[in-house]
């Protein structure tokens, strides 16, 4: 019986970046563990902003249908298993370790170029090739890691249906500085004889280079419809697309256009006879849950969780504060990771807020709190700033203070999401 914590160490100490960008580790890797990749197909996910909710929403949707559903998505919110998931269930702890036994002895045995190594990424994503294929999943929701033309994902030959979510401006340091280069980079998922569901709101210069990558490779372009907007509380979204309503349990207005873009890549499914009903749609998506992404904890005082960390995912949580919460009242739980576009994402942010309790997260790259609660008072000097440290802290203190009425939003970053709800289940809170 292997140790779940060496385990997870074992995972973490491979590199975030390993070598040459390329996909040329993932092919001996895979080709040393038989290939199980092509034994399974996919839905493949790539884009910038909403990945993991149309990921849910898509997985959900064939689970409904009665498909043996694997899900694999990232950075994970708890627990590392969250990224390797069957029908809903997180792979379980014993499991991975004995996955993740089998692909390092594989590694162990590689022959690799002087200076290359398998990252952590990659050899997660060989973890769920193989748990996958074991298990014999129907189809897999394949959510892309970073990018798409070396991401580890892209490993795979052309999957039932491609989607691409709402390219923004995200990792710029890797992708490129500017919407289009980053656009180009995750085309690259696009493979010959394949169909691509577009975002239906791309910006146009996004969308030309998306038709053109279509154009190059043979592979079908096609928009995903534009939903109608019925309603969006806090209790869910509700809207209607080519003619059918929906109701979701996901928070926000871009939560209807993620749906209709898991919509049409499961039309698209359809067409190649994969048997998914109306009702198994409309219940798939009904069910699905996406933890941190505008996530209701309790009411009154309001706790929203959520793990926008660049500047889109930022600009729908607060049109979400402006349009659910008009009255204000709000205190911010926030901390950020250096490497994102911070200063933007903390001027949108502090303007909507009474007080804010700084943190950094547990994370090498994590902004230190101290700079971050002095950019804040530098931007807004009325509000109220805390530095706290750590996330529990913040997250005691914010809700302590909080009246009858008032909101507390936990934001800024996925690791930052993950603590406070760590915290929570602890009864820290």
Same mark, same amino acid.
């Given at each position: 019986m292997y140790n =779940?914590?060496?385990?997870?160490?074992? +995972?973490?100490a491979h590199g975030r970046f390993s070598g040459t960008p390329c996909l040329d580790r993932m092919r001996a890797l895979l080709a040393a563990m038989g290939n199980p990749q092509k034994k399974l197909k996919f839905v493949h996910i790539a884009g910038t902003n909403g990945k993991g909710s149309i990921s849910v929403l898509s997985a959900s949707a064939l689970q409904c249908a009665g498909y043996r559903t694997g899900l694999f998505t990232s950075p =994970? +919110?708890?627990?590392f298993c969250e990224r390797i998931c069957i029908n809903g269930e997180n792979i379980p702890q014993d499991d991975l370790c004995r996955i993740a036994h089998r692909v390092l002895a594989v590694e162990h045995d590689l022959h690799l170029p002087e200076g290359e190594s398998i990252g952590e990424f990659e050899f997660t994503t060989a973890c769920a090739m193989l748990y996958f294929a074991e298990q014999q999943c129907d189809i897999v929701v394949l959510e892309v890691g970073l990018g798409g033309r070396f991401d580890a994902t892209n490993i795979i030959d052309a999957p039932e249906v491609t989607v691409m979510t709402h390219v923004a401006l995200d990792h710029m340091a890797v992708l490129g500085n500017t919407v289009e280069k980053i656009a180009a980079d995750k085309s690259h998922v696009v493979k010959t004889g394949s169909t691509l569901v577009n975002y239906p709101k791309q910006k146009e210069s996004v969308d030309d280079i998306i038709k053109k990558r279509c154009y190059d490779v043979?592979?079908? =372009?096609q928009n995903a419809p534009v939903p109608e907007m019925q309603g969006c509380t806090l209790e869910g979204t509700d809207c209607i697309i080519e003619g059918k309503q929906f109701h979701l349990r996901l928070i926000g207005r871009h939560q209807a256009d993620n749906a209709a873009t898991a919509y049409a890549a499961l039309q698209v499914l359809r067409e190649k006879c994969w048997n998914i009903s109306d009702t198994a749609i409309a219940t798939g998506f009904l069910q699905a849950v996406m933890p941190a992404r505008q996530e209701v904890v309790q009411t009154d005082p309001l706790l929203m969780i959520d793990g926008a960390h660049n500047m889109d995912g930022v600009t729908a949580l607060c049109?979400?504060?402006?349009? /659910?919460?008009?009255? !204000? !009242? +709000?205190s911010l739980v926030l901390g950020m990771v250096a490497d994102k576009q911070y200063d933007a994402c903390v @001027? /949108?942010?502090? @303007?909507r807020a009474d007080a804010v309790y700084v943190v950094q997260p547990e994370n090498p790259r994590a902004l230190p709190s101290r700079e971050l609660a002095a950019l804040i008072r530098a931007f807004s000097p009325y509000t109220d700033v805390f530095d706290c440290g750590d996330v529990a802290s913040a997250l005691k203190r914010a809700m302590r203070n909080a009246d009858e009425g008032d909101a507390v939003i936990v934001c800024g970053s996925l690791y930052v999401a993950g603590e406070a709800k760590n915290a929570l289940k602890a009864g820290m809170i």
């Open positions: =779940y914590q060496q385990t997870l160490s074992d +995972i973490h =994970y +919110i708890m627990d043979q592979a079908t =372009y049109e979400t504060l402006d349009t /659910m919460l008009p009255a !204000g !009242g +709000i @001027r /949108m942010l502090v @303007r």
